[in-house]
């Protein structure tokens, strides 16, 4: 399984762009690059996926570069909602099924 | 509403007991997964499950246990062989593989 490096921590204030980059040097041909938002005693939610290039949703941007070894969640106008943990995974479908590792993270502190 | 509910949101638990947390999806997911969450770690995953009756041992399984009766449930016992079982416990669902898992809001066993 791919192992992720991503910041421990990063500050931003209202309003900005917040980029969190994910290091991910081994990914595999199958994997998938999956982004999660966790409040303090809640569990983690689902924000993006993607596989290659450039994926956007109503709340995110994730960018992969062409050799996929890295991948960039955007954050739009944050808010001091967007305070969060914000965890970086890959995976794929075939035999490993479940089997996401987790890191520490990466915890946003948005100031006013 | 479709979602994972975990019950209950607090346990407590005395020397040498077993005790069972429940979760329960109706979002008609096959797999579904248990995760581990200690004070500013990640999730490690306990077990997980890709189809009924059937079931696989994560990265920290000793001293839990499963079963899949059911597709809506996935209960866990932490048995009186996990000698730190304090931790907040998550409970997640996916429809396969790679797809994002949906997570409970976790249930916090403590020991009396």
């Known amino acids: 399984l791919a192992k992720t490096t991503q910041p421990i921590s990063m500050d931003s204030y209202e309003g900005q762009e917040v980029n969190i980059t994910c290091s991910h040097n081994?990914?595999?041909?199958?994997?998938?690059i999956t982004w999660y938002q966790q409040f303090p005693s809640q569990g983690p939610r689902f924000i993006i996926q993607g596989y290659k290039t450039k994926v956007t949703n109503e709340v995110a941007s994730l960018f992969i570069p062409a050799d996929r070894k890295s991948s960039t969640l955007s954050l739009p106008r944050v808010s001091l909602s967007d305070t969060a943990v914000y965890y970086c995974l890959v995976g794929d479908e075939v035999g490993n099924t479940g089997k996401l590792i987790f890191g520490q993270g990466t915890t946003l502190q948005v100031k006013p | 509403d479709g979602g994972i509910t975990q019950s209950p949101k607090y346990l407590f638990r005395k020397e040498g007991q077993n005790v069972t947390l429940s979760c329960e999806q109706n979002l008609n997911h096959d797999a579904m997964y248990w995760y581990r969450q200690d004070p500013g770690q990640g999730l490690r995953l306990i077990y997980y499950?890709?189809?009924?009756?059937?079931?696989q041992k994560g990265d920290i399984a000793e001293g839990y246990s499963v079963s899949r009766e059911k597709k809506e449930s996935f209960p866990l016992t932490v048995t009186s062989a996990q000698k730190n079982p304090t931790a907040f416990y998550l409970c997640?669902?996916?429809?396969?593989?790679?797809?994002?898992?949906?997570f409970g809001d976790g249930t916090r066993l403590s020991i009396l």
């Open positions: 997640a669902s996916s429809l396969q593989g790679y797809q994002p898992q949906h």
């Open positions: 081994n990914i595999a041909t199958n994997d998938y």
């Open positions: 499950s890709q189809i009924v009756n059937d079931f």
